[in-house]
């Protein structure tokens, strides 16, 4: 339009944000409407004006040092350094010229920069928020900060996010999320493409821009936001807070996105074949899973899958008689001593008829208490003692056994 050409610099924002505009969308009454609000807005904030305001409270206030006109010894308001005032101050010009850049790269919808905006406002900590989807007109993408709620994803690097406050996060990955929405009271599934994800932001948006480029229809009115595909309701949000929340089944990151060997392990070490199909055949919900990357040898697998080898079999088979085989074993001391103030006891256990006697011991070297039992065990059986098992503990080494197994022609 002719109009613009006769605009001064001071108007250049306006006409950035008019051109990333179609032509039908200008008409005449609008066009007329933004002009005027702009020229309002540079006639409130007159340089002259301004700094006539500046000088004046400057030259009134200034704890009476200086004189009117004299900057070296007045303090920015700003800054706080001392040679300028507010008007003139570098910081505040720089902090302009970032806002103005913002607010043209926000205001061009076809640029091709790798690069989105996000200037949410309001937007406090809470669980709500994290687990929740805000309609955003000020966002120039889809963006979800849980790994969790991806499918079809891949990793990116270069890309990053300018939020509310000038600074930047950088993106992981870009993907397709699946929504569960709430219309009229039924639940049904949309799905958003070329949603980024930005780990570090905490909360999750729906960028207009992004629906509208895609033929939806997104409309705000009596605090409640509406969003048409085609003529018809695709998805609903109410305002909370001072932002707009898609009403839907709230976001969840439970289980969260893990590698092969960890959900190898979540799902006690099972095979990871089994896992593997698992995963392709979709037999659980939320298992997704980030890389197929698996040990080469799983430790807790090796312990805990170890099958025993058998134990070879004793040559020559069970024995036939009583006391051709005795086991024997010596316990204690005991803590307490027993009525009789013994602090040991031996077993005696024929292999045959599994026939178990007990002997207890004041010491546990005592040679007497074990001639009584061998006595009277031969005695009862009438036969004598063939083999004696056991540890080989010292109490069964020492030269006074020996000498009696000798005698009796036990071997030890």
Same mark, same amino acid.
Request: overall charge positive.
């Given at each position: ?14 006409? $950035? ?84 850049? #913002? ?70 990955? #870009? ?5 569960? %929405? ?12 070329? $949603?980024?994800? $930005? ?10 821009? @992004? ?21 018809? %309701? ?35 070490? %099972?095979?990871?074949?089994? %896992? ?15 890389? @197929? ?11 805990? +899958?170890?099958? @025993? ?9 069970? $024995?036939?008689? &009583?006391?051709? =085989?005795?086991?024997?074993? =010596? ?7 027993? &009525? ?20 207890? =011991? ?8 074990? +001639?009584?039992?061998? @006595? ?25 056994? +020996? ?10």
């Amino acid at each position: 339009m002719s109009v613009f050409n006769g605009l001064t610099s001071k108007y250049e924002n306006l006409l $950035v944000a008019l051109d990333a505009k179609g032509e039908d969308e200008l008409s005449l009454d609008f066009v007329k409407s933004r002009l005027l609000q702009e020229a309002r807005r540079q006639a409130a904030k007159s340089p002259e004006t301004k700094r006539i305001g500046d000088m004046a409270l400057v030259g009134a206030n200034y704890r009476g040092q200086g004189r009117r006109g004299d900057l070296s010894k007045i303090e920015c308001y700003y800054c706080h350094k001392f040679g300028h005032i507010s008007h003139d101050c570098p910081e505040l010009k720089a902090k302009k010229q970032r806002q103005d850049k #913002v607010a043209a790269i926000a205001a061009d919808d076809g640029s091709d920069s790798d690069d989105s905006i996000c200037l949410v406002g309001n937007a406090a900590d809470t669980d709500d928020i994290s687990q929740s989807l805000l309609v955003d007109s000020a966002a120039s993408a889809h963006m979800c900060w849980m790994r969790g709620c991806f499918d079809d994803y891949h990793t990116t690097t270069g890309r990053s996010v300018t939020m509310g406050d000038k600074g930047s996060v950088a993106t992981a990955g #870009v993907g397709t999320v699946v929504l569960n %929405v709430i219309v009229h009271g039924k639940t049904r599934k949309i799905k958003l493409e070329k $949603v980024f994800h $930005v780990p570090t932001m905490g909360f999750n948006l729906m960028s207009v821009g @992004m629906m509208v480029e895609r033929g939806a229809e997104v409309s705000f009115k009596g605090g409640k936001t509406i969003i048409k595909i085609s003529d018809k %309701v695709a998805a609903c949000g109410s305002r909370k807070s001072g932002l707009y929340h898609l009403d839907m089944a709230p976001l969840t990151d439970i289980a969260a996105v893990a590698s092969l060997q960890l959900w190898h392990e979540r799902l006690g070490h %099972v095979n990871v074949a089994g %896992v593997k199909r698992m995963i392709k055949d979709k037999d659980i919900d939320g298992l997704k899973c980030s890389s @197929m990357a698996v040990k080469d040898v799983c430790e807790p697998c090796v312990y805990g +899958k170890a099958s @025993m080898t058998p134990m070879p079999s004793a040559g020559g088979g069970r $024995v036939t008689k &009583r006391l051709q =085989l005795v086991h024997s074993d =010596l316990g204690g001391p005991m803590s307490e001593p027993s &009525r009789g103030g013994a602090l040991y006891f031996r077993t005696f256990t024929d292999d045959f008829s599994r026939w178990t006697d007990v002997v207890f =011991l004041r010491k546990k070297s005592k040679l007497s208490q074990y +001639k009584k039992w061998l @006595m009277k065990a031969q005695l009862h059986t009438g036969t004598k003692i063939k083999i004696l098992r056991s540890d080989n503990g010292g109490e069964y080494v020492s030269h006074a056994f +020996k000498a009696l197994h000798d005698e009796n022609g036990t071997t030890h």
